[in-house]
Each structure stands twice: as C-alpha cells, then as structure tokens.
C-alpha cells in the first residue's frame, strides 16, 4: 500500500489511440506518436516513483509493420532519435526491450543497445519495452530456446514447469498485477500473453497522449478496489 493505493508489483500498458489523438486535433498521426512518446517519459518516472517496480509497455508490435511504410519510418526514426532520453542517472531504473530483433534497422539495433548497456547495472526498477513484440513469437521463441537447451542436454523434462517456462520468455519478465490500454479498445492485440494470465484489467477511454498521472491514479484506485483471487477464494490465497 502507499496512502489510499494498493500498489501493483508489475503494471503493462498498451499505448494506443496515438492515430486518434492526433486525428482529433487535425494533425497528422506522427505527431500524435510524438506526443505518445512525450507522455511517456513523463509517466514512466511518475508510475516508479509511485513504488511500481516493474512497467512494461508495448511501444510497437509485430504486426504493426502492416502500416504505411511512412508511418513505420517515422515510428523507428522517434525510437532511434528518443530512446536515450529514458535513461535516468539519478534514478535505478533498468531498461530492456523484448522482441525480435529481425526486421529492424541498425539504427534502431544501436539506439536500443545503447539504453540497455547504459542501464545494465540498474536494478530497483525494471523498464521492458515491447518493440518488435509478439505474445506469441514470445512463446515460440522460448519453445525453441527450451527445444535447442533440451537438445544440449542443458534441461530435462523434469525441469519444466510454468515458473520454468516464464524464465525463457523475453527478458523473464514477470506476471503481469495491472494491464492497461488506453484508448477504449478492450481487446489485448497479442501483448504479454503468458504474463497477463491472471493480471487485472483497465481500459480508460483516454487516448495515451492525454493518460497523464492523474489517469494513471484512478488507475490505481481502480486496481485497489480490484479482490484478487487467483482461482481461489479470497485475495490473499496466492500465498496460502
Ligand atoms: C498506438 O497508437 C501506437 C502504436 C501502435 C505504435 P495507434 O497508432 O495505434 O493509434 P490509433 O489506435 O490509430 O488511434
Ligand atoms: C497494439 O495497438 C500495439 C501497440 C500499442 C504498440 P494496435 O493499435 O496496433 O492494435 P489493434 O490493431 O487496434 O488491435
Ligand atoms: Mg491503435
């Protein structure tokens, strides 16, 4: 708990309704990716100062190379230009980012490698960006990972349960408390598939540019009214 809120360990956010944002206002969609990322930066140091140590968020998926090529272009030139300015110095945040790496530019390859490497020693927080990202490539990418070890005898058959398997998803990352999607589409679009198992749903109507720390506190209000259960019956059972 902080004050009124319960806080969850690991919040995932679906970032969209950046097209409409824009579109509302007559501009092009680009600039509604600008302010997406603007917002972001903002918010991400918001939601780890709230005590959230993990934040998952899911910048751009496999399938969004269905877009327009100048769309994707503009999308990869803001990441490679803007990613450098998620680190913080002053903060322990670590930056990592899951998803395949095929398809994407050098550029992008270094700006990445970058915020990673400079971030590598980190280790309160936990920044996972989603680019590139498939739920379920995530889940045939550890499948084949676990094939190849099993092969090399590295792993037996006995070794392999769902704590096992989360482990060789992208970057490990852990189960999902609190996912949100901006923009009122109620649908999950192949996010974290296997984390977001038993993860409490949000979806505001706001478009991400607009879902600024106020929105995210009502979030949390949401969250804290949420009874968790697990499959059981009260919200604490996970531990019983
Ligand atoms: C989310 O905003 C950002 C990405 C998918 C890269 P959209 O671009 O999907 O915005 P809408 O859904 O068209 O409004
Ligand atoms: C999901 O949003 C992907 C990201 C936010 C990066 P989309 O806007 O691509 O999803 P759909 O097409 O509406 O399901
Ligand atoms: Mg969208």
Not at 79 to 84: A, E, H, P
Not at 112 to 129: D, G, P, Q, R
Not at 175 to 202: H, K, V, W
Request: with cysteine; hydrophobic share 35%; net charge neutral.
């Amino acid at each position: 708990m902080n004050g009124e809120y319960k806080i969850p360990n690991h919040v995932a956010i679906i970032l969209d309704g950046n097209g409409r944002w824009a579109k509302k206002r007559g501009l092009n969609r680009s600039l509604g990716h600008k302010a997406g990322f603007e917002n972001l930066k903002k918010l991400s140091k918001y939601i780890f100062k709230k005590g959230v140590k993990v934040l998952s968020v899911f910048a751009f998926s496999t399938e969004n190379f269905k877009r327009s090529k100048e769309e994707v272009d503009y999308l990869m030139k803001l990441f490679t230009n803007n990613f450098k300015q998620l680190i913080d110095h002053n903060s322990d945040v670590k930056i990592v980012f899951s998803g395949r790496k095929s398809n994407l530019s050098n550029e992008v390859l270094a700006a990445m490698h970058e915020v990673e490497e400079a971030t590598k020693n980190h280790s309160t927080y936990l920044f996972n960006i989603c680019l590139n990202y498939g739920g379920r490539a995530d889940i045939i990418d550890a499948t084949k990972q676990i094939a190849e070890d099993y092969k090399e005898g590295k792993i037996t058959l006995e070794d392999l349960d769902e704590a096992f398997f989360q482990k060789y998803l992208y970057n490990g990352i852990p189960d999902i408390d609190l996912l949100i999607r901006t923009s009122g589409e109620i649908r999950i679009s192949n996010f974290l598939l296997y984390q977001s198992a038993y993860a409490e749903m949000y979806f505001p109507s706001v478009f991400f540019p607009d879902f600024d720390e106020k929105q995210f506190d009502l979030a949390l209000l949401e969250y804290t009214k949420r009874d968790r259960k697990f499959g059981g019956i009260k919200d604490d059972c996970k531990n019983n």
